[in-house]
């Protein structure tokens, strides 16, 4: 059975700062990764997926992360925090033989501080 | 504007009155999804259907019930609610055509109160 955790429900970094979010995954088969983020008060939206094409994957707002199959990790990075980027992240994985069910992990709450 | 709505936004109710919450998209999606978000569990999965007359069980579908009978539509039903089904819920939906990897976009939520 596939499942996520992510490590840290809260994250605090300085502005400029590096954010590192760590998320593990768990799955039988050769999975699909994602993370979104929630702002306050609003949906989910997509920062970046793995899809099998590459292992480092770039998405929105200066995000990226890496697929390690041999650490069962996808942890999200950004070189220098904005106050902008505090919201909740979630990762998210689906298993790629085609079910079309998604679990998420419980968040990670970033903080940036002035 | 391309978008998934849902209604009602807020909503509060009481134990054992059945309640509809609606999920409409505009974007000709196949795939769509009802999660529920409680603090410290993350989003957990209700139900997913992947067309028309086509659905399936998430992870926590006690209690709830979908139906999808038009494209674009994909209601959310409680026909007997329990204060445990207190909770934030969101709608998502995306096309099929790339699998699993395809993006989901999702409604602004709704804040369910059972009492």
């Known amino acids: 059975a596939q499942s996520v955790t992510q490590l840290g429900s809260h994250v605090s970094v300085s502005e400029g700062a590096l954010v590192l979010l760590r998320c593990n995954y768990s799955?039988?088969?050769?999975?699909?990764l994602f993370w979104y983020v929630q702002y306050p008060n609003q949906g989910l939206q997509l920062l970046l997926k793995?899809?099998?094409?590459?292992?480092l994957v770039k998405g929105i707002n200066g995000f990226e992360a890496e697929f390690k199959k041999s650490e069962t990790s996808f942890h999200l990075t950004k070189p220098s925090a904005h106050m902008s980027d505090a919201a909740e992240y979630f990762c998210a994985v689906s298993e790629a033989s085609g079910t079309y069910k998604y679990i998420f992990g419980t968040g990670t709450r970033l903080k940036v501080l002035a | 504007e391309a978008q998934v709505t849902q209604n009602p936004r807020y909503l509060i109710t009481v134990t054992g009155k059945k309640l509809t919450v609606t999920c409409s998209q505009n974007?000709?999606?196949?795939?769509m999804s009802w999660y529920r978000q409680d603090p410290g569990l993350g989003l957990r999965q209700i139900y997913y259907?992947?067309?028309?007359?086509?659905?399936d069980k998430g992870d926590v579908p006690e209690g709830y019930k979908v139906s999808r009978k038009e494209k674009r539509n994909f209601p959310l039903i409680l026909e007997s609610p329990s204060p445990n089904q207190t909770s934030l819920y969101f709608c998502a939906s995306s096309f099929m055509s790339g699998g699993p990897t395809d993006t989901q976009y999702f409604g602004p939520g709704t804040r369910l109160t059972v009492l």
């Open positions: 259907s992947m067309n028309v007359e086509v659905t």
């Open positions: 793995y899809t099998s094409a590459a292992t």
């Open positions: 974007m000709n999606h196949e795939y």
């Open positions: 799955s039988s088969v050769p999975p699909y």
